[in-house]
């Protein structure tokens, strides 16, 4: 069984190399159409606390009033809850007013 455990970790680890290469392609193209990619959100606008887990520690956010944060949780909205942006894994917790 823990062969399937380390499988799937294998798998979620690639899966977000290539969303973080998708990312990176995207930038680049738009950077070859003289295009620019605005940003819909700015993270160092949001207020964001230390956490733990058993993966390790990360970054936390409930900005809710916030409208950076606001605009956040809208484009995760739009990515499945899941998404990398410059470099950083963002994602929304189940209760729908946490980023972490």
Known sequence: ???NKELAEVLVDFATA???????LKRYV???VNVEDKPLWDPDK???EKAQSDKGEYERSED??????KALLKDLAGHGGKMNRLGYFYWSFQNGATVG
């Open 1 to 3: 069984m823990s062969g």
């Open 18 to 24: 290539l969303e973080s290469a998708c990312v990176n």
């Open 30 to 32: 738009l950077e070859l």
């Open 46 to 48: 949001i207020k964001w």
């Open 64 to 69: 809710v009033d916030n409208p950076e944060f």
